[in-house]
């Protein structure tokens, strides 16, 4: 994307994801631990919790964990610490975010007892071996016997992590751990992270395919553009659904807060003029349910500037399929230049992609959602005064737009009905859903969408998943019924 004029982008705050723990000895002097606390503060450290851990005639132990803005910072307040104050003395140091890695953060857990020869008898040999012929003679009771009932592949190769870039399928192995806690915090769903060793799209599409059988959906994430489209089309007749969530997971909260948005601002989907900044999976994503719910008039922004039809320099497959969808006033230029008279600003790309007097040039009433991680497009203290609704992919500030509010549920919902695949009905009823647990009243400027901790959000974007399942035809909801004894002979 173009970039515009330079500035500065504000500091973001001390987060927990920098977070370390100091044990500090500190004399019993009067004032020291003031001294201390005090240094922590002027260095600009977060100081979240202190914790006694021992104590002597002489001196006091305590763990003391301090939030820091990123890894340098944490690195500068640690060296910073040491040897400053008479009478305290930094002991060791443990980074609580590299803590709650080790090991991993996923494990495997039976859900029956094998504690007699009867258990085993039934769980292994032989009885397993009655089980096996069951579905060997129907495939499709695997959904029924077996984990696929509840089970989905977290599938990556590495190439997208975060904002990161592509750094390898090991290194990618946090990221889907972490999916995997997600999908069974919120849905209950159980999720085995795999990462591949290849980039290549013919291999990956015949991995995914050989696996298929083991699973009841496949979430493929973190898998860079333009092949991650190339990759979630050619998997869509696998018999299980297949999600990528860095797409339609965005997409579909996106939509969300802006149909609640649109409320406050009184308009309409159809009359909206809107920029998209980035038209990587995300974007392209976000621009197709947006014309699925209504709206016209798209103009997206890479680093060339804007997408149109007949544009000649940095296009692909995708970005020609965008020109000829969006844009019909074919208009050119940077991000500055084309955002000038728009009703949203939809950013997934890089820190500082505009500016103040770019909202300024915006249309009445201007809906900002500025969702590079971890530092938006323009800061929400930048953004405030000019803007009706600002929205990011940040926890630390209202409207956080965060996939976590999709994709648990809609894996919930198609498993529930052993869907075959996910439809964009599925995919606008979950969008519906999320708008519709705001109740109008509620909705203002800052709670335009719910908590990612809102207890309801799953369970409502199951049912309507489920529900759109059914309409469409991809439901196979007996698979997940329970089997009469008569079902299971062969």
Known sequence: MSHPQSHSVPTVNPSAAFSATVRFRIAHLPGTLGRLTTLIGDLGGNLSEIRVVGETRTEVTRDITIDARDHAHQRTIIASLRGRIPGVEAESVTDNTFALHRGGKLTVVGKSALETPSDLARAYTPGVARVCLAIGARKELSHTLTIRRNTVAVVSDGTAILGLGDISPEAAMPVMEGKGQLFKEFAGVDAVPLCLATKNTDEIVAIVKAIAPSFGGINLEDISAPRCFEIEDRLQDIGIPVFHDDQHGTAIVMLAALTNALTLVNKRFEDLTVVVCGVGAAGVACSKIMLSAGVKNIIGCDRSGAIYDGRTENMNSMKEWYAKN?????????????????????????????????????????????????????????????????????????????????????????????????????KLAAAQAIAGLMSKDGIDKDHIIPSPFDDRVGPAVAAAVAAQAIQDGVARQELNADLTYDQIRW
């Open 326 to 426: 969006t844009n019909p006033e074919r208009r050119q230029g940077t991000v500055s230049e084309v955002i000038r008279g728009a009703d949203l600003f939809v950013g997934l790309s890089a820190p500082g992609m505009i500016t103040v007097e770019d909202l300024k040039n915006m249309a009445r009433d201007p809906i900002v959602f500025a969702m590079a991680n971890p530092t938006p497009e323009i800061m929400p203290e930048q953004a405030g005064p000019y803007v009706a609704v600002m929205a990011t992919g940040r926890s630390d500030y209202p409207n956080q737009i965060n996939n976590v509010l999709a994709f648990p549920g809609i894996f919930r919902g198609a498993l529930d009905v052993c869907a075959s695949r996910i439809t964009p009905g599925m």
